[in-house]
């Protein structure tokens, strides 16, 4: 599935179109509570549970975390070659999640 959309700028059709392709993979795959599902906009970096139309507004108006491209939090399974990563895969991505987050929003680095 193409991400490039990811790293369009929130205001551009591209964008729009890709949040719209993400919401759908959300309904098909992922497993909500109470219809909420992990948001991954860059706020709430998977954190926070939203219901769809928060979900979607909180991607145009913050952005998805960019660094966010297996969609493990949504149903998307790891196959063999992502796993090699070793168990470190989450933290490291949650350490690069969290300065991109500080560096976009407050040109910080962690």
């Known amino acids: 599935m193409d991400r490039s959309w990811m790293n369009a700028r929130h205001l551009y059709e591209e964008y ?17 509570m109470n219809g909420t599902y992990f948001c991954p906009c860059v706020r709430c970096l998977n954190q926070i549970r939203q219901d769809l139309g928060n979900l ?6 913050f952005g ?4 966010y491209t297996v969609w493990t939090w949504h149903g998307e399974v790891l196959d063999q070659s992502m796993t090699s990563r070793g168990t470190n895969y989450v933290e490291e991505w949650f350490r690069l999640s969290t300065n991109l987050y500080l560096h976009e929003n407050f040109n910080l680095n962690s």
């Open 16 to 32: 729009e179109k890709g949040v719209s392709v993400f919401l759908q993979y959300v309904k098909e795959k992922a497993k909500s």
């Open 56 to 61: 979607h507004d909180h991607l145009l108006m």
């Open 64 to 67: 998805i975390t960019r660094t």
